[in-house]
């Protein structure tokens, strides 16, 4: 089997500015993902991992870190409208290039959400192999709000209501179905996937993999501080690699 490991670090992070090599609990938070990715290489063989970056100081830590690449991101890929997945399938077509194999799978690793241990990488794996239609797998977490019970969205009135209604109203939050939330920790690409015309990891044939601990990503400062926090004063159930 053959997996290329993908980490997506661009240089213009407007939530948290120089996000990706801003220390978290000393480290620089892409060192999370280069460690986690070295690890898993480890426990597989054929396994390739690349850096897409448009920034040299990245680069520089990144290599500085264990991870090398000669693979620069191109200018149209490292705006803020471009799509995740065009810079991935970007970094698939270089590699197949440069190391003259079709990777069987794409594990991109999310720099923003580093809170993953290697048995959800591993557990993934196995769901993710098991099914041969498969395009895609997320990590996700069961959502503290739900569609069918408490989240509300303005309707073509003007007025408020439930974001998804039932036949009947669900009455209490045990009995609305479940739902779950991305936590944009990692995804799973089949190679299959690229040959296609979707956009999204979202797909007519996605699977998801489960957390059931604490995983989120770092979109503002206050969620820097608070996964700072944690590590700082060992409130996780699991340690980082």
């Given at each position: 089997?053959?997996?290329?490991?993908?980490?997506?670090?661009?240089?213009?992070?407007?939530?948290?500015?120089?996000?990706?090599?801003?220390?978290?609990?000393?480290?620089?938070?892409?060192?999370?993902?280069?460690?986690?990715?070295?690890?898993?290489?480890?426990?597989?063989?054929?396994?390739?991992?690349?850096?897409?970056?448009?920034?040299?100081?990245?680069?520089?830590?990144?290599?500085?870190?264990?991870?090398?690449?000669?693979?620069?991101?191109?200018?149209?890929?490292?705006?803020?409208?471009?799509?995740?997945?065009?810079?991935?399938?970007?970094?698939?077509?270089?590699a197949e290039n440069i190391y003259k194999v079709k990777f069987d799978y794409i594990l991109d690793l999310d720099v923003s959400s580093p809170l993953r241990t290697v048995s959800d990488v591993i557990e993934a794996f196995k769901i993710m192999t098991n099914d041969s239609e498969a395009l895609t797998l997320f990590s996700v977490?069961?959502?503290?709000?739900?569609?069918?019970?408490?989240?509300?969205?303005?309707?073509?009135?003007?007025?408020?209501?439930?974001?998804?209604?039932?036949?009947?109203?669900?009455?209490?939050?045990?009995?609305?179905?479940?739902?779950?939330?991305?936590?944009?920790?990692?995804?799973?690409?089949?190679?299959?996937?690229?040959?296609?015309?979707?956009?999204?990891?979202?797909?007519?044939?996605?699977?998801?993999?489960?957390?059931?601990?604490?995983?989120?990503?770092?979109?503002?400062?206050?969620?820097?501080?608070?996964?700072?926090?944690?590590?700082?004063?060992?409130?996780?159930?699991?340690?980082?690699?």
């Amino acid at each position: 089997m053959n997996i290329l490991i993908t980490l997506c670090a661009r240089g213009g992070s407007k939530g948290i500015p120089r996000k990706n090599i801003k220390e978290l609990n000393g480290r620089p938070l892409i060192d999370y993902s280069i460690q986690f990715a070295k690890e898993i290489k480890a426990h597989y063989t054929n396994v390739i991992i690349e850096l897409s970056t448009d920034d040299q100081e990245i680069r520089d830590v990144a290599d500085q870190l264990g991870l090398s690449t000669q693979y620069i991101r191109p200018a149209h890929l490292a705006s803020d409208t471009a799509g995740k997945v065009d810079v991935i399938r970007d970094v698939v077509k270089y590699a197949e290039n440069i190391y003259k194999v079709k990777f069987d799978y794409i594990l991109d690793l999310d720099v923003s959400s580093p809170l993953r241990t290697v048995s959800d990488v591993i557990e993934a794996f196995k769901i993710m192999t098991n099914d041969s239609e498969a395009l895609t797998l997320f990590s996700v977490n069961k959502a503290n709000k739900n569609p069918y019970f408490n989240m509300v969205e303005v309707n073509e009135d003007g007025y408020y209501s439930l974001s998804k209604i039932r036949d009947t109203t669900t009455l209490s939050r045990q009995a609305a179905p479940e739902v779950f939330e991305l936590n944009a920790s990692f995804y799973i690409y089949s190679r299959a996937y690229f040959d296609s015309s979707w956009k999204g990891v979202v797909t007519d044939k996605s699977i998801v993999y489960n957390m059931f601990h604490i995983c989120f990503d770092l979109d503002h400062p206050i969620d820097f501080e608070f996964m700072d926090f944690l590590l700082k004063n060992d409130k996780l159930p699991f340690e980082l690699i």
